[in-house]
Nanobody, 122 residues
Framework: QLQASGGGLVQAGGSLRLSCVASGRTLSSYVMGWFRQAPGKEGEFVAAIRQSGSTTDYADSVKGRFTISRDNAKNTLYLQMNSLKPEDTAVYYC?????????????????WGQGTQVTVSS
């Protein structure tokens, strides 16, 4: 089970740090990803990270502003979000993927958290 937290309301230009804690699973076994879904839109890829944390991938829309990281000892995934924009407003989900390849498609992930709301005001 994956439990995401850390969302909230922030002004444009602000920062938030999302966390995703795994229970009943060993996070280090999985490629992990963050996705988001804005109202009326399809879910979209945000970032992904390999098991060791050495390799990451980002959507162009967040590159340079967001940082994905993981602490396998704490069984926790993070997403540091800086310079937030109103268009970043969405429900953010963490997901786990078996295998070793970074993947940007939703269907490639096996386990999903419940989501945490991020709202950025202008």
């Amino acid at each position: 089970q994956l439990q995401a937290s850390g969302g909230g309301l922030v002004q444009a230009g602000g920062s938030l740090r999302l966390s995703c804690v795994a229970s009943g699973r060993t996070l280090s076994s999985y490629v992990m990803g963050w996705f988001r879904q804005a109202p009326g839109k399809e879910g979209e890829f945000v970032a992904a990270i390999r098991q060791s944390g050495s390799t990451t991938d980002y959507a162009d829309s967040v590159k340079g502003r967001f940082t994905i990281s993981r602490d396998n000892a704490k069984n926790t995934l993070y997403l540091q979000m800086n310079s937030l924009k109103p268009e970043d407003t969405a429900v953010y989900y963490c997901a786990a993927r078996s295998g070793y390849e970074l993947f940007r498609e939703l269907f490639g992930y096996d386990y999903w958290g419940q989501g945490t709301q991020v709202t950025v005001s202008s």
